[in-house]
């Protein structure tokens, strides 16, 4: 019999709570990779039945071994290949055949391998699409549940006893970082409700794995170690869905380095980056990025009590008080870095401050100096600092005496964390014994400035997912571009102003215009895309002989620089000039989905690379926080007295092109509005060149 679907609680169950698990191709070694699982499993008192499978052997590891699936008294819930790569596939085969509900395949040399393992994995997701069996990997370590003991994995760190449980749920698609954050989350008291080392997503993707936990009570939040954003949609699925019930998602994303993504036809592409591009997908899906591997373990505690909000551009003010003037400005250099607000008390607060009879200098850092390591001033500054409306955060930075005197500076955290707003604590010495009271009480605790800062910031930058984009598969991904008179078309469906134009002939004498001059004449042609790269664009056109002569030097241009295309057709625009122009890009990225790009236009664009990205579709609202992170065009902002320019408008045209992102019935995969003008207030603003792809 064939394996039948698994999805969501029976999912989760096969894969974390299996009744039984079998190993094909146990080894009786114990030191070797593929003898590791059954000994963790006799170890930590898995108590479901376990059932090694090599036709080798008699016996592995001093217990009956079976020689196939076929003999074994049940159908296991879960199991775990060992074999090495050739004998992957049959296996994967047996188990669809007998109506296993998960496996895991441990073995690599699949798409990372070359073409040959590219097509064993193609085969691999095949067998899973045609039968129905859940298939974890390849190169998968396996999963974790502490709280059972299942240790199926074949990670040498979890020959360490006594697994921390706890409320956080790690998927990571690096094996190793599963047991890497075991062990650090064990140094700092934090424990795990549950790991899975997802490998190669032939099958089962980080996102679907993650959304099938989602039901259960005792996960709170999860930490996800990600390489790539392969299968985005679900990723995005699952975070939006966590986000709605209130469990955060910290994410540590490889990929920071400078990796120019795949050019388009359009700039977009070069402009956003692929990392850029991963960044605003995680912010957007209401995921805290963490750039510090330490921030990933740390972060949780903060993510849970810092409320995810529409608008992550709003300035998150965070009030410094601290028993060490140096250690608080190491983390106030680490804020700054990344732009958090460190927020001086208000003369309000200070007044409270000294009615309470404690004193403090006024200034960015609430410093209470010796004095501060005394329980009562420490409690009281806290009282009233997470009560004043000027803060959104407050952060205790404590000296020496969380080592040697935790009681006195500490402990007034502690009791303080069930504040109106959040508190978090750094502490400046190493003090394991005061970070585990922290941690126990579930107060935000760091040991470095710079893990304490990634935190602060990350959290802030996340924001409420949006509108999911309507998506179709499309059974191509051949693309075409547009005329520009047929992106105009698509330019006037959705909303988006631009310039008045005519189309005429290259060979016959211009018509009338209903627009004065000057003009500008170009080639218009779906086959050009670069129009000034085949000498396609004449400006300045003054008179009705010059129209004349520009069109002759285009049909000139046409037949020397791009002798192989046929066109006849120009498109003739009004010169116009605005106060500003910007780049306004939409594009389906392969593994983010549909995302709007507003950057700095002109010549220095992918230079400055001054620029805005977000998740399409965006509200107007949203469009409005992309223009302020826009830095040029503060220019046009009227900043000290400059004509302000028609933001508004912009805004609108921003939100307007992201909605292609909810009509797929288009076939638009990019489009790209460069330059688009930004006239004075009031006057809108104009496309006057437009570039798009359909599938």
Not at 463 to 481: F, I, M, N, Q, W
């Amino acid at each position: 019999m064939n394996a039948t679907s698994t999805s969501g609680a029976a999912l989760a169950q096969a894969l974390l709570n299996p009744r039984s698990v079998a190993l094909i191709g146990a080894s009786d070694d114990t030191g070797k990779t593929a003898g590791r699982p059954l000994q963790y499993l006799r170890r930590t008192g898995f108590k479901g039945a376990v059932y090694p499978i090599n036709p080798k052997r008699a016996t592995v590891q001093g217990e009956q071994a079976w020689p196939d699936l076929a003999s074994l008294p049940e159908v296991p819930d879960h199991v775990f290949v060992l074999t090495p790569t050739e004998g992957v596939l049959p296996a994967v085969e047996e188990c669809a055949r007998v109506g296993v509900k998960v496996v895991t395949v441990l073995a690599a040399g699949f798409s990372e391998s070359g073409p040959e393992g590219a097509a064993r994995e193609q085969e691999l997701s095949a067998i899973s699409k045609r039968t129905g069996i859940r298939v974890l990997g390849p190169s998968s370590l396996g999963v974790v549940n502490p709280s059972t003991g299942l240790v199926l994995t074949a990670n040498a760190a979890f020959a360490e006893p006594d697994l921390p449980v706890g409320r956080v749920f790690v998927a990571s698609h690096s094996g190793s970082m599963i047991g890497a954050l075991v062990s650090r989350g064990k140094a700092r008291g934090v424990g795990f409700a549950g790991l899975v080392s997802v490998g190669g997503e032939a099958d089962l993707s980080i996102g679907e794995i993650c959304a099938a936990t989602l039901d259960d009570p005792s996960i709170e939040g999860y930490l996800l170690f990600l390489e790539t954003l392969h299968h985005g949609p679900k990723l995005r699925d699952f975070a939006i869905e966590a986000a709605r019930r209130g469990k955060p998602v910290i994410a540590y994303k490889l990929g920071r380095s400078d990796a120019a993504a795949e050019m388009a036809a359009t700039h977009t592409g070069a402009l956003a980056g692929e990392d850029d591009v991963a960044d605003a997908f995680l912010k957007d899906c209401g995921i805290a990025r963490v750039g510090i591997l330490e921030a990933l373990l740390e972060s949780f505690p903060l993510a849970k009590r810092v409320k995810l909000t529409a608008s992550a551009s709003m300035p998150r003010r965070v009030g410094v008080v601290t028993t060490t003037g140096g250690g608080a400005a190491m983390a106030v250099d680490q804020l700054g870095i990344r732009d958090v607000v460190v927020q001086p008390a208000s003369e309000q607060t200070m007044q409270r401050l000294a009615a309470a009879g404690v004193s403090a200098n006024p200034g960015r850092v609430l410093d209470l100096t010796l004095a501060g390591t005394r329980y009562e001033v420490m409690k009281k500054t806290l009282d009233i600092m997470l009560d004043a409306p000027e803060f959104d955060l407050v952060l205790a930075v404590v000296g020496s005496s969380a080592r040697f005197q935790p009681q006195l500076a500490v402990k007034p955290i502690v009791d303080s964390v069930q504040g109106a707003k959040p508190l978090a604590a750094m502490l400046v010495p190493d003090a394991p014994d005061a970070l585990a009271a922290l941690t126990a009480a579930g107060v935000p605790c760091f040991r470095s400035p710079e893990a304490c800062a990634d935190t602060i910031a990350s959290v802030f930058a996340r924001r409420l997912p949006g509108v999911a984009p309507r998506v179709v598969e499309r059974s191509s991904v051949d693309t075409h571009t547009l005329s520009e008179e047929q992106a105009y078309a698509v330019l006037d469906e959705l909303g988006v102003p631009h310039a008045p134009v005519v189309t005429m002939s290259l060979s016959t004498p211009a018509p009338a215009l209903p627009f004065d001059f000057p003009v500008v004449a170009k080639i218009c042609s779906e086959h050009i895309s670069h129009k000034t790269e085949v000498g396609g664009v004449v400006l300045g056109i003054n008179s009705d002989v010059e129209l004349n002569q520009a069109l002759a030097t285009l049909r000139n241009n046409l037949a020397e620089r791009a002798p192989g295309i046929a066109c006849d057709q120009a498109l003739v625009q009004p010169m116009l000039k605005g106060l500003t122009e910007v780049l306004v890009g939409y594009r389906i990225d392969p593994d983010a989905g549909p995302i709007i790009m507003l950057a700095a236009g002109g010549i220095w664009a992918e230079v400055s690379r001054d620029r805005s990205i977000r998740l399409a579709p965006v509200s107007v609202d949203t469009a409005r926080e992309m223009i302020a992170e826009v830095r040029s065009l503060k220019t046009v902002s009227g900043l000290r007295g400059k004509r302000r320019g028609d933001l508004e408008a912009l805004a609108h045209t921003v939100s307007a092109l992201s909605q292609l992102a909810m009509k797929p019935e288009l076939g638009v995969c990019e489009a790209e509005v460069n330059p688009l003008m930004v006239m004075p207030e009031g006057e809108g603003v104009l496309a006057v060149d437009a570039l798009v792809l359909k599938a």
